[in-house]
């Protein structure tokens, strides 16, 4: 299984980026997939979670409100929007595949992909 996450960059705050996340290997229409960030010297932390079976929802605090996850099961590929940017999103960002256990922890997860740095100027 491979996951390749996209669509990071240098963004004002304020400002908007799409990540994008294609799965190989795997369909992720089958799957609940999660987005997670690492900022420098942090653990990684839970943004987004996206659920196989209903396409429910679920968010950090931090972030309810302005990102949005999506996914397209044509495209295999999974969607993170990020609006309203804030210089305390700037992170490592990566996608990943929910195995079992509580969907906030990482240690849900079993396949992730290399991640997408962002980084949110103020």
């Known amino acids: 299984v491979q996951l390749q996450a996209s669509g990071g960059g240098l963004v004002q705050a304020g400002g908007s980026l799409r990540l994008s996340c294609v799965a190989s290997?795997?369909?992720?229409?089958?799957?609940?997939m999660g987005w997670f960030r690492q900022a420098p010297g942090k653990e990684r932390e839970f943004v987004a979670q996206?659920?196989?079976?209903?396409?429910?929802?679920y968010y950090a605090d931090s972030v309810k409100g302005r990102f949005t996850v999506s996914r397209d099961n044509a495209k295999n590929t999974v969607y993170l929007q990020m609006n309203t940017l804030k210089p305390e999103d700037t992170a490592v960002y990566y996608c990943?595949?929910?195995?079992?256990?509580?969907?906030?922890?990482?240690?849900?997860?079993?396949?992730w992909g290399q991640g997408t740095q962002v980084t949110v100027s103020s």
């Open positions: 290997g795997r369909t992720v229409s089958r799957y609940s």
């Open positions: 990943a595949i929910h195995a079992s256990g509580t969907y906030y922890l990482p240690a849900a997860y079993r396949y």
């Open positions: 996206i659920r196989w079976s209903d396409d429910s929802t």
